[in-house]
């Protein structure tokens, strides 16, 4: 079997489909995989990391803002748009895939777009509750759209084949066990509050968690443990200011990347966290409750649909970022922990929305297309 993949732009779309790709080499050692991806995305990185072929086309996405360098930027990706979809057919011809299988991104449109031209299987995958640009147009003539949450069908058109598979969630986090990570963290009986914006991190999250942290030094109630990313280097700084000695307070574990993500997710009662795809995918397989604060600077605002997925369920409660403070976040986890119930209920309605067997249903569906059912 010959599988080309194609996907990029952010972890968000990358991710999925090495996750997939990486299951489908366990399944079939002797598969041969080709993983398309934009020149100079993240993906050019990442996907050879992973062990697997890579090939770039020159392609870039539409700039929103107008501005007099956006124009000439979007000049630039129309042309990229012809020569990119030349670029996607002399690979996929070199290649000869029996099958494609798209992620998102906007270097997923010219590949499949030939894929389909010359009559290749294709089938993509949506991550988020509201699907992307992309794979709007490709849903039309995909020969299966994978969901990730129910409710993206609703924004596809009527013609769009849909299966719900879930997203794909690494087994890392599917199998951390509570009691184990928390005595392997060193925690004790008090509740534990998780919380971070993302590898890079977030200005306003960082923001509101420090007046969290002042608050909750006062009576030590909580353990804390938060990662404020590549560009929160001032967040120790600013407790400092605000007059937080971490070190008299061993209940508060601060740090830049939170590398175990998995141990310190099985081990919180809350997460503070945005709404990316992959993200609520791991909070409902590991059934936390937690306080969603959707990145408002993400394409079709689709963290806020994310979250919505959620907090229409009964499984997250929503703070956005217009309305994010120090203060109104203190207030939302104080009420959250008010209530005993609370936060297991919340944590009980995340794990009734997660689909531990993603990668099978995918695989399941890719061996279904080539076999023309």
């Known amino acids: 079997m010959r599988i080309l993949f194609a996907g990029g732009g952010t972890a968000g779309h990358i991710n999925p489909a090495l996750a997939i790709a990486g299951y489908v080499r366990e399944k079939e050692p002797d598969v041969k995989i080709l993983y398309i991806g934009a020149k100079g995305g993240m993906e050019e990185r990442l996907v050879p990391a992973a062990g697997f072929d890579f090939k770039s086309i020159t392609i870039s996405g539409f700039q929103r803002k107008l501005s007099l360098k956006n124009v000439k930027r979007n000049i630039e990706t129309v042309v990229h748009i012809f020569t990119s979809s030349r670029e996607a057919r002399n690979i996929i011809r070199d290649f000869q ?70 997203n794909p969630v690494r087994q890392a986090v599917i199998r951390a066990d509570r009691a184990a990570s928390r005595k ?117 605002n689709h963290q806020y649909h994310n979250a919505m997925a959620m907090v229409d369920r009964h499984a997250a409660a929503i703070l956005e970022e217009k309305d994010l403070t120090g203060a109104s976040l203190c207030k939302l986890v104080d009420d959250l922990f008010k209530d005993p119930d609370m936060i297991s209920s919340l944590g009980k309605n995340a794990r009734s929305m997660a689909i531990l067997d993603a990668n099978q249903r995918i695989y399941r569906i890719i061996k279904e297309v080539l076999a023309g059912i």
Not at 138 to 151: E, F, I, P, R, W
Not at 227 to 238: A, S
Request: net charge neutral; glycine share 10%; with cysteine.
């Open 97 to 166: 895939p029996d099958i494609c299988v798209g992620t998102g991104g906007y270097v997923a449109g010219p590949v499949l777009r030939e894929a389909m031209k010359m009559k290749i299987p294709a089938i993509i995958h949506e991550q988020n509750a509201y699907p992307g640009i992309t794979n709007k147009m490709l849903s039309k003539h995909a020969d299966k759209t994978m969901l990730a949450v129910a409710d993206a069908q609703k924004f596809l058109d009527p013609a769009a084949k849909c299966v719900l598979t879930g």
């Open 184 to 300: 392997a963290l060193g925690l004790d009986s008090r509740p534990l509050i998780l919380s971070f914006g993302g590898s890079q991190g977030a200005r306003k999250i960082n923001e509101a968690v420090a007046e969290l942290l002042v608050k909750g030094a006062k009576s030590d109630r909580f353990q804390h443990i938060h990662g404020y990313g590549q560009w929160g280097g001032w967040f120790p700084d600013l407790l400092k200011e605000k007059g937080l000695n971490l070190s008299e307070h061993p209940n508060m574990d601060i740090r830049e990347y939170i590398h175990n993500m998995p141990e310190c997710l099985a081990a919180a009662d809350l997460v503070i966290c945005r709404a990316g795809a992959i993200t609520l995918s791991e909070l409902q397989a590991q059934g936390k409750a937690s306080i969603l604060i959707p990145s408002p600077n993400v394409a079709e």
